[in-house]
């Protein structure tokens, strides 16, 4: 249980990390 909670953790955080690249690479072209 706790093990898959960690992993939805885990894409949960890589998911927003994509996000905020993606509005870092918008805002910088």
Do not use: C, D, H, Y
């Amino acid at each position: 249980m706790g093990f898959q909670q960690g992993l939805s953790g885990l894409n949960a955080s890589s998911k927003s990390l994509e996000a905020i690249g993606n509005n870092v690479a918008n805002a910088n072209t």
